[in-house]
């Protein structure tokens, strides 16, 4: 008896050991490094570009959005003859959405594998801990996947990519002003991005005098969301507004359906856009509004030959954080032929004086490195369709409101 | 009223918990074996499910008539050729089975991610709710419960009354008095692998309808149902059916008045206590 109890802890040790098996990526299949395009061609050795990217964990279903972006644009590099004339090369990890494998394998790719370019990891919480690495080894890092601003306070090797978390849904305080929806409701996915999302609305729907009536944090890999929507739901919130990733933009979606809560808006941020999303709420999508930084109907330099080369290889439309990875990729070109150098202070001072526009929008950095020029808009699935709607000045079609009745 | 729904949510996350770590009790109770592949059983069947709608338009539960079954030959497979041929017995036998599915679920996990992607991916089905006054009853953990409740049942009289289930709880109690009553042990121990996997595959099925699953979710819900088996003690049925439900309970109403943090750490803060204070479960052993 006493041995199978020990059995039993040992069994129980082992289990927890492999659900945190995001420690060991040394040893998995998945760490191996895997290269894309040729390594040496034409007698010019590769420029090669080093990455991780969640390929699992709790960030990978999006980050391999970013990663098809890097991927699409490096091959399109190669077949126009390269960087400064010498192929180029991505070298990319697992690092299976834990930050502490990131910075493990940051170090790698500069100090091992010296690899001649770094770009960012997925999510801001693993650019936060990767951030370091960079700024150590005085390497130029475009972060196209960390809208989280605070990253780039006191850096000077980093670069947002990407419009600040911030902006993400705070026109959603505008659409409540307009439509004088007074109450507001928030689910805030407690990550660093996440959280910065809810502040920018917050401040912005505190300023036009919209009452926050209900706010939970919740850790990033909740699944059942019945007792929050059970809590939140005695405030009778005019708008719902939650900070999510996919698999939480889904099931507090359902949740909220199931126990018949009938905002006038339901707005929700990263997850949305991917059509996963749809696919798993059917017609319980339509009218969700969710957040993009880009869209094909966009006028953005090289816009419809990366629609078209996305849809030629992965069968689908891209998503914004394919356009983030494209763009970064672009500034990097953009970059090293103006300088004609991969000399990383030269890199970083070209990049910091880079006024240009991208797939991803204008790009403009303030003295930090902080993204100034890439803006953030609105979709909202109608009938089934993504559909851009906020800014009006851009919207395909108009917003449809109020959400349930 | 709060409470009586707070009490409702939890038996329903309860009977999901309970769908979850059926397959998983059996499989330990017969073998001693701790499946540590048995949450990939429940991802990767979720996502054939997934697929078979998404492309064909298959009603998941009737998906689930065929990855069951389809599961149970796996299983069955899985223990013919790969645990079966661990010699060893006792504790030595039953760590090396540990490690040989810590690996297999190592390598599924890998393979799911290449055949599926890391996607999470959930279907459009039962995502309503029934309403008895006030109360709200959400259908897809209704539907997992009642599965959970069936299956529970059907094992139950399997296990008692049929001869077939008696050679299995006479082989979970003594293998050698087992093999000298005549009982074909090694057929034993591979029918049970192989409804453990069916057990996998049915709550896989009903999982992919209640929240977005992704390989990489298949540890996580290893490590959920052996929690769910630990506090029942291990190999015992009832007691499973007790642990679940008290989980369930107990996430319920830690979500709602303690809020969501508290309600992801419970499980294991719960293990955790179960291992320190009653190692045995919370039902002592008496039926297996």
């Known amino acids: 008896m006493r041995a199978q109890v020990k059995i039993a802890v040992l069994a129980g040790l082992l289990a927890l050991s492999a659900a945190a098996a995001t420690a060991s990526a040394g040893n998995t299949p998945t760490a191996r490094p895997s290269l894309i395009g040729p390594s040496r061609s034409h007698g010019k050795e590769a420029i090669r570009i080093g990455a991780s990217i969640s390929a699992t964990g709790v960030y990978a279903s999006v980050a391999q959005y970013g990663l098809r972006g890097y991927r699409l644009y490096v091959d399109d590099l190669n077949r126009r003859g390269g960087l400064l004339g010498r192929p180029v090369q991505l070298v990319v990890y697992d690092d299976q959405s834990n930050p502490a494998t990131a910075v493990r394998l940051y170090n790698k790719l500069v100090s091992e594998d010296r690899v001649d370019l770094i770009v960012g990891p997925y999510s801001s919480a693993i650019t936060q801990a990767v951030a370091a690495v960079a700024e150590k080894f005085q390497r130029v890092m475009i972060d196209p996947f960390a809208a989280a601003s605070v990253i780039f306070t006191n850096t000077h090797w980093n670069i947002q990519a990407i419009a600040p978390s911030e902006r993400y849904l705070a026109s959603i305080a ?46 990033k890999d909740a699944s059942d969301f019945s007792s929050m929507v059970l809590s939140a739901k005695p405030a009778q919130a005019d708008a719902i507004v939650g900070t999510t990733y996919v698999p939480d933009a889904v099931s507090l979606t359902r949740e909220l359906n199931r126990q018949g809560v009938k905002p006038k808006l339901l707005a929700l941020s990263i997850g949305v856009v991917e059509p996963q999303f749809q696919k798993a709420l059917g017609s319980l999508a339509n009218r969700v509004i969710g957040n993009t930084q880009w869209w094909p109907t966009l006028d953005r330099p090289r816009n419809p030959e990366f629609v078209a080369a996305y849809r030629r290889r992965y069968h689908e439309s891209p998503v914004y954080q394919v356009a983030l990875g494209y763009g970064a990729m672009q500034l990097l070109e953009q970059a090293v032929e103006q300088a004609k150098s991969l000399d990383q202070a030269t890199l970083r001072d070209t990049i910091f004086a880079l006024r240009t526009n991208t797939v991803a929008g204008h790009f403009e950095l303030d003295d930090e490195g902080r993204q100034v020029g890439y803006k953030s808009y609105l979709m909202q699935w109608q009938s089934g369709k993504p559909k851009l709607v906020w800014p009006p000045t851009v919207a395909e079609a108009p917003l449809q409101l109020p959400y349930r009745q | 009223m709060i409470v009586v729904q707070l009490a409702v949510n939890g038996i329903l996350l309860g009977g999901l918990y309970l769908l979850m770590a059926q397959g998983l009790n059996l499989v330990f109770g017969v073998m001693k074996i701790v499946n540590l592949a048995h949450g990939v059983f429940i991802v990767v069947a979720g996502l054939v499910v997934y697929r078979l709608y998404d492309a064909y338009g298959v009603n998941p539960l009737l998906s689930a008539l065929a990855v069951a079954p389809a599961f149970f030959v796996l299983g069955a497979l899985l223990q013919r050729l790969l645990i079966e041929r661990i010699k060893a017995t006792g504790v030595q036998g039953e760590l090396l089975s540990l490690m040989l599915t810590y690996g297999l679920s190592y390598i599924l996990i890998n393979v799911a991610l290449r055949v599926f992607g890391a996607q999470y991916l959930s279907l459009p089905y039962l995502q309503s709710s029934l309403r008895i006054g006030s109360i709200t009853i959400d259908e897809s953990r209704l539907v997992a419960s009642a599965l959970a409740v069936l299956l529970a049942a059907a094992l139950y009289v399997w296990l008692t009354y049929t001869p077939s289930g008696k050679q299995i709880r006479a082989t979970s109690q003594s293998t050698i008095g087992a093999v000298s009553c005549g009982i074909d042990t090694r057929r034993v121990r591979m029918i049970a692998f192989a409804t453990g996997s069916a057990l996998a595959a049915a709550a896989g099925t009903l999982l992919v309808v209640v929240r977005p699953v992704a390989p990489q979710l298949g540890d996580d819900f290893t490590v959920l149902s052996f929690v769910v088996i630990t506090l029942g003690g291990l190999g015992n049925y009832l007691g499973a059916a007790l642990g679940a439900f008290l989980l369930g309970s107990a996430q319920s109403f830690g979500g709602y008045y303690l809020g969501p943090s508290v309600e992801s750490a419970l499980p294991f803060v719960a293990m955790l206590l179960i291992m320190l204070i009653r190692p045995q479960g919370l039902q002592p052993r008496v039926a297996r």
């Open chain 1, 174 to 219: 505008d659409i409540c002003k307009l439509r004088g929806y007074g109450t507001m409701a928030l689910f805030v996915n407690n990550t660093p991005s996440t959280a910065a999302i809810a502040e920018g609305l917050k401040a912005r729907a505190q300023a036009f005098g919209i009452r926050i009536v209900y706010e939970q944090r919740y850790p």
